[in-house]
Every structure is written in structure tokens, then in C-alpha cells.
């Protein structure tokens, strides 16, 4: 057999010892043991874990890198809305593409190979932040698939303008239409509209929810109820919806249940969420954080991600979805090999299917690869182990050689 590419000693999910990836027209030939064939490359990936990449469902590439840009006082998500509001309006079109780029840039590098980001879309930044979007969209499109998520952040009902822009990018190549009920005067309405569009457009929905500590109410039983009226289960996503850290466990339950009958995903954001909650109490800060692993045990497709990088919203970040799985994993107290392996999947194949995308390594499908220096999954989300390399559809897009400690490293002089 001829090959384009084959990746020797991998060490993948569910195979007991090392194989090898045979790749040609930037897909999976063969997965086997010592394959025999002419390769026009090769490469030796020494044992370390290959998996297809990892998965960010929840960005906003648009409003990355402003935080020098913003006031920083409170901490708090009425200030991150309103000091994001002020630097949308200076965006350029070159702006939000330059520091777009330095985000997408960095997710490669730590081994995503699949993206969605949402994009504002507003009387303040028109069409703008999408256009630029668009543009990096096709700049990396050899190396990271971007799925586009015309965003209204700052409400819908009480602006109009913002309706009629939402549609404007739908029709000009956006993937989906998200909403945020929390900062509109008129939730259910915004609900009810945004739903209006998708169906319109036929496109899939992602909210912004239920981002506080107070479980006396929630928007989330009216999302769910207006997914089962349009039909749209599998078909929408939720984010945040940190009410849930503060409920009682038969409620957590119950809402688990209700989420998987109607086909709603949820994402958390660990570092957003830890960062903007709680900031009323002086003491005992309660986590914040959506217990996902529990409402994945009951059925719900869920997934873990980033939300922002360097901005009011979230201060820090460097677009590392490992990172952010191993930060939760330390929020919500879990050590199992079981338990861990749960939560890599919402980097990876549970994060894949809520964008409803092919993931996977197996003959026949896409040679998507990255290969992280560890053993197994496991033990890279326990290490927050470094990418080696990363392979788009057979084509290698980056490679961070292993890190080596020099001869005489440990001698004393």
C-alpha cells in the first residue's frame, strides 16, 4: 500500500498498545500495528497519546486581547458587559482580525482543531467584528475548522437595529444566531426572537444563560420550552447557567432530565465563571461552576471551553482547553481515571458533538490528529501535558518538539 502520511507508535483510545496511522487524501487509511507501506512521509510519534483535537465550543475571538482597552474595578459581569460595550464601538475591522489571529494562533499550538466563536453583531459594532472573523476564518481554514455565531450580547427587543443586523449576518455566512436573555428587558421575548431567526435560517441556536448565584429563578425553562415548540432538539446549546452550582441536587437532577428530553447541550466556562460569580460575598465564595459532569451522567451533551482571553470578562488565558479541563477537574473534585476521562470528553468528543461535528480517529474518517506528550488522556489532563504535533486533514499544521533536559542539567557547580 501508498500512503501520503504514516504516523508510527501512537498510543490511541481503546487500543491496547502502540499503532500506526496511515493517512491518504487527508484521510484515515489504516489503524493497525506495524503497517507495512511506501509512505512519502513519516513520522515517529514515540508512544505519546493521538487523538483528533480538541473541540472549543464557546469563544469570543471578537472582544480577545482588549483588556488594556478597559476599566477593570468591580469584577463583575454588569462591568464586563458595559466596558466591552465601550471598546466595541473603536473595533476595526484589521483590529479584531489582528487580535483574532494571535487567539486562533494559540488554540492550534495547544491542540484545537475545531472552534466555535461568537461574534457581536450590534448597532455599536455593525458587520465589522464578522467580517474579520470571516477573514481568519479563511486564513487558518488549513488548520482549525471556525464555526461563526452572530451574537447579540447586549440585548434585542429594546434595539431593533440589532434584529435587523442578526439577520444581515446570517445571510452573510454566519453558522448560527446566539442570544443573552440576562441582559435584555424583555428575556422571554429575546428567547422567542431568537428562535425566529433560526428557523428562519435554519440554524442552529447557542444561549448565554442563567449567568448568576440566585436558583429562586431561571430563563432555562423557557428555552427549553421554545426548543420543543420549534422542533430544534440537538440543535441548541446553552452556556454558563452557573445557577445550577447553587441548586440542591433534585433540582440539578430534574433539570439534567429535562435538558436531555428536549436535546439541550450545556457548556461551561470554568474561568469566566469562577472569576465574575460570588463577588457579593466577602467570604466563602461558593465555586460557580455548572456541575457538567453530573448532568453528562444523566444524558446531556456537554462540553467545557474558554468564553474569553484577556478581557474584562476574563482577565488571563492562553486558549488551552486542556488547561481549562484540568481547572475543572480541580473545581469539581474529581480524581477517578473514570471520572477524568469523562472530562476530556468535553474537550473532545462530547464538545464535538454538541457542534455536531465528526470526531473521531477511524478508517475512513478525517486525518485530523494532534498527539500530546502522555501516555494516555487521562494522564495528559492530570499533567496539562504539551502538544508535539498536529496533523488538518493529513496536512501537518504545527509541531512543538518534546522538551528535553540537557546533558549536565542537574550538575552543581
Not at 205 to 213: G, S, T
Not at 312 to 338: E, K, W
Request: aromatic share 6%; proline share 5%.
Amino acid at each position: 500500500m501508498r500512503v501520503d502520511l504514516l504516523l508510527r507508535n501512537a498510543r490511541i483510545a481503546g487500543a491496547a498498545g502502540p499503532i500506526d496511522i496511515a493517512v491518504v487524501d487527508g484521510r484515515i487509511a489504516a489503524l493497525a500495528p506495524d503497517l507495512v507501506c511506501e509512505a512519502v512521509e513519516s513520522e515517529d510519534l514515540g508512544g505519546c497519546f493521538a487523538f483528533p483535537g480538541f473541540v472549543e465550543t464557546h469563544i469570543h475571538l471578537d472582544k480577545a486581547g482588549i483588556l488594556g482597552r478597559c476599566r477593570l474595578c468591580e469584577g463583575t459581569l454588569a462591568e464586563a458587559v458595559a466596558e466591552t460595550a465601550r471598546a466595541k464601538a473603536g473595533f476595526t475591522e484589521d483590529d479584531v482580525h489582528a487580535r483574532a489571529s494571535r487567539v486562533v494562533a494559540a488554540a492550534i499550538l495547544h491542540g484545537t482543531t475545531r472552534m466555535r466563536t461568537f461574534v457581536e453583531v450590534d448597532p455599536r459594532v455593525g458587520l465589522r467584528s464578522l467580517a474579520a472573523i470571516r477573514r481568519v476564518r479563511d486564513d487558518f481554514a488549513g488548520a482549525i475548522d471556525l464555526e461563526i455565531c452572530a451574537f447579540a450580547q447586549e440585548g434585542l427587543t429594546q434595539e431593533p437595529e440589532t434584529e435587523r443586523l442578526l439577520d444581515a449576518a446570517l445571510a452573510a455566512g454566519a453558522d448560527l444566531i446566539g442570544g443573552c436573555p440576562y441582559t435584555d428587558p424583555d428575556p422571554d421575548g429575546h428567547i422567542i426572537r431568537i428562535f425566529a431567526l433560526a428557523r428562519r435560517h435554519g440554524v442552529d441556536v447557542d444561549f448565554h444563560l442563567d449567568f448568576d448565584l440566585d436558583p429562586s429563578w431561571s430563563h432555562l425553562p423557557q428555552v427549553i420550552a421554545e426548543t420543543e415548540r420549534n422542533g430544534w432538539g440537538g440543535r441548541v446549546t446553552v452556556g454558563h447557567v452557573t445557577k445550577l452550582a447553587m441548586a440542591a441536587q433534585d433540582e440539578v437532577e430534574a433539570t439534567a432530565r429535562r435538558l436531555a428530553e428536549a436535546g439541550v447541550a450545556l457548556t461551561v466556562l470554568p474561568a469566566t465563571d469562577l472569576f465574575l460569580t460570588g463577588r457579593d460575598l466577602d467570604r466563602a465564595r461558593p465555586r460557580g461552576v455548572a456541575p457538567a459532569h453530573l448532568l453528562a451522567a444523566a444524558g446531556v451533551v456537554t462540553s467545557i471551553a474558554t468564553n474569553n482571553v484577556s478581557n474584562p470578562f476574563t482577565p488571563y488565558g492562553d486558549a488551552s482547553l486542556l488547561r481549562m479541563a484540568n481547572l475543572y477537574a480541580n473545581v469539581a473534585q474529581l480524581a477517578s481515571d473514570d471520572d477524568l476521562a469523562g472530562v476530556f470528553d468535553m474537550v473532545g468528543a462530547s464538545a464535538a458533538k454538541l457542534v455536531r461535528q465528526d470526531w473521531g480517529l477511524r478508517v475512513g474518517g478525517p486525518a485530523d490528529v494532534v498527539v500530546l506528550d502522555a501516555p494516555d488522556a487521562v494522564t495528559a489532563l492530570r499533567e496539562i501535558a504539551p502538544t508535539v504535533a498536529g496533523w488538518k486533514r493529513g496536512r501537518k499544521s504545527f509541531e512543538r518538539p518534546r522538551a528535553r533536559l540537557l546533558p549536565g542539567a542537574g550538575d552543581r557547580r
